[in-house]
């Protein structure tokens, strides 16, 4: 009976506090006037962002990347020429973007016509630009331009010799060639935009692969890959760049492959100094005791801090990504010969001086551009910065 007693007075001291479910329930909502549900005043709830839920440090993060008001602006500016550039075939082309000829609609945009379905006689592929196939598709129907009725490498009618001065039906001129500028500027800008987004993000996915390798295995991994990465490193980019181009004829994808072989370094010590810092964590050590596999651990615990250091260094990737190819255009060494190309009409304005439409667009295009992407950087890296306080 003693025992009893005694059991039954410890059950009285012990008291257990009741399940907390904010984690697992979602909180409660009560209904308004309007019929409108709304949570329950007091119940905080998680912070949302595009419909999925986000850590408050995440959200503080997005607070003062908006409060950055030169990055964000500069950020939706970017987007929005780059979705531009993007739908180039519908702004600048030289086939028309939706024809009706005898009851019939045709959208050369998409599918090649000859000129026989139009009434010639010439089984070819139509030229729209051609006064008798205009005047025999008019007779019975209409067509629809894009804004700017010539692509990349149309050569378009402006009187005079070439290059030839801004008018109305070239805005910004004809280069040495007689190709319109502005078209090739749109085209140009998505070219660079894709190349360098492709480059920053296999470079930075390699980047990341060598330097948590380093910083987490140490020893002789860590010792191996930095010295032959200072070696590599040493060497002169610009000028293997310019020898191995010279040996075969680059295009987009060779270009980039080529790229590739030296750029990817330039992310390896910051994820290789985050790794160092925290493979020595507690719950690190813990998740290596419990005898959970490296490749767990890498990707489940240790990737994720890394990756803040990587996002803050990316926009700055990418301005240099552009600004390379810009330069191995510029010498010759780019990309194949007629590719629409900031740095090939950079080019241009230095062989024509009397033309100065030519090197002054190219330049503020490129001023522009890499400028947008500096402020984004820079608004990126304080939004991560823990020392920056919202405002």
Do not use: C
């Amino acid at each position: 009976m003693g025992v009893l007693a005694n059991i039954s007075n410890h059950r009285r001291l012990i008291r257990v506090p009741p399940p907390d479910t904010s984690l697992s329930s979602p909180p409660p909502l009560t209904t308004t006037e309007g019929g409108a549900v709304a949570p329950v005043q007091g119940v905080q709830v998680r912070p949302t962002f595009l419909g999925r839920r986000v850590t408050p440090l995440t959200r503080r993060r997005l607070d003062n990347f908006r409060a950055n008001r030169r990055g964000f602006w500069s950020l939706w500016l970017f987007l929005a020429i780059f979705s531009v550039t993007l739908a180039a075939e519908f702004i600048a082309n030289d086939r028309p973007l939706l024809i009706k000829y005898d009851g019939g609609y045709y959208m050369p945009v998409f599918h090649a016509y000859p000129e026989t379905t139009f009434g010639g006689v010439f089984p070819t592929e139509a030229d729209y630009h051609d006064p008798e196939v205009r005047k025999l598709i008019q007779e019975k129907g209409w067509i629809v331009w894009p804004l700017i009725p010539y692509r990349y490498d149309t050569i378009t009618n402006a009187p005079g010799p070439y290059p030839s001065p801004p008018s109305a039906r070239d805005w910004l001129g004809t280069d040495d060639q007689g190709r319109d500028v502005l078209a090739r500027l749109i085209y140009g800008f998505r070219i660079s935009v894709l190349f360098g987004l492709a480059l920053t993000i296999s470079s930075s996915l390699i980047g990341v692969a060598a330097g948590a390798a380093q910083g987490y295995f140490g020893g002789i991994v860590d010792l191996g890959f930095q010295r032959f990465i200072e070696v590599w490193s040493g060497l002169p980019v610009l000028y293997m760049l310019i020898i191995l181009a010279s040996l075969v004829q680059p295009n987009f994808w060779w270009l980039l492959g080529l790229m590739l072989l030296f750029s990817w370094t330039s992310l390896v010590d910051v994820v290789r100094a985050e790794f160092l810092r925290a493979r020595n964590f507690d719950y690190v050590r813990a998740a290596r005791a419990l005898g959970m596999p490296d490749r767990q651990i890498i990707l489940r615990h240790v990737l994720p801090n890394a990756t803040v250091a990587t996002i803050t260094f990316m926009p700055f990737v990418l301005n240099t990504s552009i600004t390379t190819l810009t330069s191995l255009d510029f010498l010759g060494f780019g990309l194949p010969p007629g590719s629409p190309s900031l740095g090939e009409l950079l080019a241009q304005g230095k062989a024509n001086l009397q033309a100065p439409w030519l090197g002054i667009t190219a330049f503020l295009t490129l001023a522009v551009m890499l400028s947008l992407l500096t402020f984004v950087g820079e608004a990126v890296r304080d939004a991560f910065d823990p020392r920056k306080a919202i405002g």
